[in-house]
Nanobody, 128 residues
């Protein structure tokens, strides 16, 4: 059973950037679908970005144009570059992988029930 670990969370000011990394243990990140999710205070967890093993990406409308998900094969990570951060981006950020199904069989990459394992999360706070 693989595991995941997020890193890169921090406290920043509006307009700044952060880069989160999702590092797997026991498998190669680029061989599976990997998604980034977040849970803001008082809200349900939501999917914000996901990448297929063939490099195809999807983004939530709330982050489209500001966030970018990518395979970093030299590090065996899936990174989330977050630019022009706003206070509404404040949340615990989680990555997860789909290990039990082929990426090509998954239409909705923000469907949480198909994901496992999940990382413990990394906190991002955007405040002036």
């Amino acid at each position: 059973q693989g595991r995941l670990m997020e890193s890169g969370g921090d406290s920043v000011q509006p307009g700044e950037s952060l880069r989160l990394s999702c590092a797997p243990s026991g498998f190669t990140a680029s061989s599976y679908c990997v998604g980034w999710f977040r849970r803001a205070p008082g809200k349900e967890r939501e999917g914000i970005a996901a990448i297929r093993s063939n490099g195809g990406t999807v983004y939530a409308e709330s982050v489209k144009g500001r966030f970018s998900i990518s395979h970093e094969n030299s590090k065996n990570t899936v990174d989330l570059q977050m630019n022009n951060l706003i206070p509404a981006d404040t949340a615990m950020y989680y990555c997860a992988a789909i290990l039990t199904r082929s990426c090509s069989l998954i239409q909705n990459l923000f469907e949480e029930r198909v994901y496992g394992p999940w990382g413990p999360g990394t906190q991002v706070t955007v405040s002036s």
